[in-house]
């Protein structure tokens, strides 16, 4: 109870003084990552994603965060030794290790690709949000999630179970890389360029999650 008090008052203070300044968030699991900065909401902190969107985490999933006062792009933030670990596969969070695994097997779809989307889309947070409102663990937009009777897109079992529906409709229609192109940027936008379309967030993101596979 001491230590959760003392971290308490760390990240408000931290939030307090330094609401501008980039910071390196490290994580009970080891792993670390540069946000744009933090904001507490009563027993949650707020991650503002380089990337954008935001994700939510209990702050006892936090061990520590320290200054980040060097703004940089992407392809730096990738080379950096801290941020290697967000682009290893990730240990799965075991609350999530069965149901990933089952509910991929049931849909028959290969559940290192999905393990290495979810690394990619939300790291695990099953109440992240994306600055275009996608949801959840799997990163669905509602529309999607309607489409597979998904509601409450927040609940990690049922947006697991349409997000690996989504996915497997994609995987019937085009080969890996198309398929997660077409997950991020959507089949329209994959049709018209007749490959990965020349988007640079598309791109970076087939690359990531090819990356984590080729790890795995």
Known sequence: MRRELILSAVFVL?????PARAELVFFQSGRAM??????????ELILHLRSGGEIRCDRTLITKVEPDEIEYPEE????????????????????YRDLITKTARKHGVDARVVNALIQVESAYHSRAVSPKGARGLMQLMPATGRQYGALDLFDPKVNLDAGIQHLKKLL???????????????EAAVDRFGG?????????????????????
């Open 196 to 216: 990965v379309p020349p988007f640079k967030e598309t791109q970076n993101y087939v690359t990531r999650i090819l990356r984590l596979l080729n790890r795995s």
């Open 172 to 186: 019937a229609r085009y080969d890996l890389p198309l398929a997660l192109a077409a997950y991020n940027a959507g």
């Open 14 to 18: 931290i939030t307090a003084v330094l």
């Open 34 to 43: 540069s946000v744009k900065a933090i904001r507490s909401d009563g027993n």
């Open 76 to 95: 730096v933030l990738e080379a950096l030794p801290f941020a290697r670990a967000i682009l290893e596969p990730a240990a799965i969070p075991e609350q």
